[in-house]
């Protein structure tokens, strides 16, 4: 229930920072916002598995400390040991399941999420281009379109870049999109156009734009493939499969220690649900509580303190002196530090 209701949380919340622009304003279908949720949820378990685990174990061992359930199993002899053997199974095999979610499930998912961009060019491309806005998804090509009355659009103004400078820009009354499955792109038909190219030596200098010609109509091709191609190459380290993230370590390049940082924090963050595990159960009895409001709020602290290290270790994943992969281990080493302390302590009495 923990889990469910922590990816719940966390799955809507960025369903509506990153959706509910295309869905409302770029007419986007639903079955792309479904699938949208349904890629980002292996990324949020990657967090509210442990997070969940943690919680079920402060509301459980707090209410059986709470009822006085422990005493009466130490009264008939079951030791502690014993009774927590079933936790420590658990954590092991919650581990092993956030393991295959980080190395394998979660970045599968990502990458299908970059695809399906390419999908909406193809199936919808109208709804890349609204009213009063700049489409800027493909890499050599920049488009703004007035006005969009269904599939029309009016009062364009395509802009062609020559790496970072401005090359060619294309003004039309009217155009319409086509998709050209044959070659992998979009054909944005245009009527009554003409052509301003810039001075390939100086593009900034104004004085020294040559006026093109007229056109009652004509074809501007934009490549799907480059498209894809741009976001596969600038796609984000999360992305990477456990065989890529192996497999860029053995060459070396800038972002080698990018690399190393990325594959420590997917097996820190696994190793997460042992850590809450050894410190969630003394806290739980310690803090004898019987409101389930209690055992939430301890977990936000614990889970807050411990993903603040996580974040705060990412940030130095490019500065070698800060040590990177001694602080993504940092929290898992002091959370477990910690829980051996408090378990060695509650054995005792």
Known sequence: MGVALLSLVLVLGNVFKE???LLINHNMPLSIVFAFVAFLLPFSMTFT?????????LLVFGRLSADNELIAMRAVGIS????????LWSACFLTAICLLINLEVAPRAEQAMMEDLYKIATNSP????????????????????????????????VFELDGNHLAKVVFAKEGHLTFDKENARLLLKLQDAHFEERDASSPNDFSKIHQGIMMKSGVFPMSLKQLFQQKMRGRHLNSYRFGELLEGLKKETPQHLQLLVELNKRFSIAFAAIA???????????????????GF??????AFGYFFFIIIADTFRSNPNAHPIFLIWLPNILFTALGVFLFRKLMKK
């Open 19 to 21: 959706m509910l622009d």
């Open 297 to 302: 709020a301890l977990s936000i602290v614990i």
């Open 80 to 87: 502690f040991v014993r009774i927590c053997r079933p936790v």
């Open 126 to 157: 109208i709804s890349l281009f609204q009213s009063d806005e700049v489409t800027d998804q493909f890499p050599d090509r920049r488009v703004y379109v007035g006005k969009r009355e269904g599939e029309t659009l009016k009062n364009l103004l």
């Open 276 to 294: 809450f595990a050894l410190i969630a159960v003394p806290l739980g009895i310690t803090a004898h509580r019987k409101e389930t409001s209690a």
């Open 49 to 57: 598995i442990p997070w969940g685990f943690l919680t079920a174990l």
